[in-house]
């Protein structure tokens, strides 16, 4: 039987919550302090309508402040355009989407917050299934190794093999590789690289907050559809509703979609580009500095950085050296590039 548990990370301007499936990290919730609580999911809005698309079935919908959702609606619940509806928040935005809402009833303007989605305490006990919460030094450390795996685009599976998983524009592309695995009778082993490799995608996919269209390459070919089509429902029953599966095709791919409902961990950590944000440094200058101080207790911490990084960091700091007592001195080094800060104790 799966065995799930909860870890709850709290760093000045950031809290992150982790959930383990059989002591590998599944999921990872990011939550700053500058987050719109309008765009998180289950926040509940009184917004309205702003202009309805027929020919999709969907409404765009004012949330306030300038953002917008986007709302599905059954052809016999067409909404009028400056409507008031209440609506619940299902997916967050992404890049160059709107959050996805549904609509539960009437409302009255004018457009404002209702309720704020769950706190993260309540998403980590949902998920799972527990109100244990392990914090302290092992939640941070299995936040790190969460975050960590989250970024990681080639991920070795049990037993020996390798699983590739790339975010593309249009889908999510999985590539599974036999790689070094070795075993007597080669369709077995095939046959039982690409089962891990299924339930690990499964994992995987929620750890970094993808979703969409899914197309899993899998290893060699004659593969048996059904049990492979079984291991799936089976890996991604966690996901639904909104799970959908078609057949293993000639070239040997499965194809599925699996609803979005979070914001991908990348995008919330790292630049387009691929290196990490400024804000996301600061985050892990100012949890370095915390691990820091709690080793050498009454000593004083040097910081140093660069100054995009340090005009990010050091209010933190401020509130980290309120909280702990711990006394920090600052250097900007105005010649280090913008990645780049030290932690030392002289």
Known sequence: ???????????????????????????????REDDDPRLEPG?????RVRKVEPAFASAFVDLGEGLEGLMDYPPDRRPVEGQML??????????????????????EAPVRLLAPG?????????????????????????????????????????????VVIEPTRALVAVDVDLGPRKGPDPKSLVRQLNLTAIAETARLLRLK????????????????????????????????????????????TLELTVPRRTRAVAEILLEPGGDPSDRTLAQRLV??????AEAV????????????????????????AERMGARFDREVASDWPRDRFE????
């Open 297 to 320: 207790t009454g000593r004083v911490v040097k910081i140093q950085a660069g100054p995009a990084l340090a005009r990010l960091a050091w209010p933190l700091v401020d509130r980290l």
């Open 209 to 252: 907050g993808l979703g969409g269209l899914v197309v899993i390459d899998l290893a060699g070919r004659g593969h048996d559809g059904t049990a492979l089509l079984n291991a799936a429902r089976n890996a991604f029953a966690a996901d639904n509703p909104g799970v959908a599966f078609g057949p293993i095709s000639r070239f040997g």
């Open 118 to 162: 769950p706190a993260m305490a309540e998403r980590l006990a949902r998920l799972a299934r527990s109100q244990d919460l392990v914090t302290g030094a092992e939640a941070r450390r299995m936040a790190d190794a969460a975050e960590e795996a989250a970024l990681t685009e080639a991920h070795v599976l049990p037993g020996g093999g390798l």
């Open 43 to 47: 926040a509940r809005i009184a917004a």
């Open 343 to 346: 932690i030392t104790v002289p």
């Open 86 to 107: 209440e609506v619940e928040v299902r997916s967050a935005p992404r890049l160059g989407k709107l959050a996805g809402v549904r609509a539960t009833g009437p409302a």
């Open 287 to 292: 949890r370095r500095a915390e691990s820091e």
């Open 1 to 31: 039987m799966s065995t799930r548990r909860a870890f709850l990370d709290i760093t000045p301007g950031e809290t992150r919550g982790v959930v383990t499936l059989d002591g590998r990290p599944e999921h990872l919730i990011l939550s």
